[in-house]
């Protein structure tokens, strides 16, 4: 099976990139022309979600293009941010300590909740400096 991405434009929170099949060898170079696709759809402070629900397999090569698609949106200002990860993909993550768990999500509810916190933390933040 081969990879399937599919980007669309979230309008509260970024960019979701969905991916399906494999992420390998075979395909990690089309997975990051989706990644700089997306980062510039994203702009500066947004974030990119990875969807990873009908992700089956991850190789190493795999893992690059997502720990290039975390230090590019972070360069950017912005954040690469996991949701809905399979077990094999979750223990390939957690095997090779990947990604911060802060950054990974099990559900796109739990997604939602911190990306709500986030946002009334920024919020917060700037009521109290407009109270001064």
């Keep these: 099976m081969s990879l399937e ?10 960019v979701v990139m969905r ?3 494999r992420l390998d060898t075979t395909n990690a170079q089309t997975m990051d022309q ?4 997306a980062l510039a759809m994203l702009g500066d402070e947004g974030v990119l979600i990875f969807d990873m629900a009908t ?3 991850i190789s190493s090569a795999g ?4 720990f290039r ?4 949106a972070g360069s950017a200002g912005s954040q690469a941010l996991l949701v809905n990860l399979q077990p094999q993909i979750r223990k390939v993550f957690d095997i090779v300590k990947a ?3 802060s950054e990974v999500f ?12 986030m946002q009334r933390r920024v919020l917060d933040g700037s009521h109290d400096d407009d109270s001064g």
Excluded: M, N
């Design 34 to 37: 989706h990644v700089d696709d």
């Design 99 to 101: 990604v911060p768990l």
């Design 106 to 117: 099990a559900s796109e509810q739990e997604l939602e909740h911190y990306l709500d916190t």
């Design 69 to 72: 698609a975390r230090k590019l």
């Design 5 to 14: 991405v599919t980007v669309v434009q979230d309008e509260r929170h970024g």
């Design 63 to 66: 893992l690059r293009s997502i």
């Design 19 to 21: 991916l399906a099949g």
């Design 55 to 57: 992700l089956d397999y």
